[in-house]
């Protein structure tokens, strides 16, 4: 079997999420494609992020019934913050008859190099990558990436929290589920979303 990682934060999940995947589920070789929920991402600041549980409870809902994505918390148990190369060696120890390979948009991929062992992950593991806008890429030196033609669109999850702590809505930003799941629990409406523990 053939997994591709989507790996973000999802603070929130919404529709442009969902339609990569979905995308890259139904229009390659991938079989299915993990969202891999970061608790902490060493590029952002780890006190504005929702509970990692919420997050990765708003993506089992709005995928369930879809057998071809699935949302992993594996990154949960593995140390703080949470590093590529270290969650690419547990899966595979884990899953060793399961073929991984990552998905992430040439934004993200500009920014490989900053990674820990980024230019390991680039030539050792196949990467799809979807175009974002303004953020061009060239892959000539890493026969393992291809560069796919995926829907795009440009929402963010920043833009859908600020929307929020504005009083504005959100509906068809996000999914239903979404949309509930934020309003029933009054996600995103403070600055600091998980703030430490004392």
């Known amino acids: 079997m053939k997994v591709a990682l989507y790996f973000g934060s999802f603070n929130p999940v919404h529709i442009g999420h969902l339609i990569i995947a979905q995308h890259v589920a139904q229009s390659t070789d991938v079989d299915e494609v993990?969202?891999?929920?970061?608790?902490?991402?060493?590029?952002?600041?780890?006190?504005?992020?929702?509970?990692?549980?919420?997050?990765?409870?708003?993506?089992?809902?709005?995928?369930?019934?879809?057998?071809?994505?699935?949302?992993?918390?594996?990154?949960f148990s593995l140390p703080k913050p949470s590093y590529t190369i270290n969650t690419l060696a547990y899966l595979k120890e884990k899953h060793p008859a399961t073929t991984f390979c990552i998905l992430l948009g040439s934004d993200g991929f500009q920014n490989i190099h900053k990674w820990k062992n980024g230019e390991v992950i680039a030539v050792g593991y196949p990467i799809y990558?979807?175009?974002?806008?303004?953020?061009?890429?060239?892959?000539?030196?890493?026969p393992n990436c291809t560069?796919?033609?995926?829907?795009?669109?440009?929402?963010?999850?920043?833009?859908?929290?600020?929307?929020?702590?504005?009083?504005?809505?959100?509906?068809?930003?996000?999914?239903?589920?979404?949309?509930?799941?934020?309003?029933?629990?009054?996600?995103?409406?403070?600055?600091?979303?998980?703030?430490?523990?004392?």
Request: aromatic fraction near 8%; include cysteine.
């Open 129 to 142: 990558i979807y175009k974002r806008p303004g953020f061009e890429v060239q892959i000539d030196n890493y």
């Open 34 to 75: 993990w969202f891999v929920v970061s608790p902490q991402n060493p590029f952002k600041n780890g006190q504005a992020l929702l509970h990692e549980q919420h997050r990765l409870n708003m993506i089992r809902e709005v995928i369930e019934g879809c057998k071809s994505l699935r949302a992993s918390n594996v990154e």
């Open 147 to 198: 560069l796919l033609e995926a829907p795009l669109l440009d929402i963010s999850s920043t833009h859908i929290r600020n929307l929020l702590r504005a009083g504005k809505s959100i509906r068809f930003l996000v999914p239903p589920t979404v949309e509930e799941s934020i309003e029933k629990n009054g996600y995103y409406l403070s600055a600091l979303e998980n703030p430490p523990q004392q």
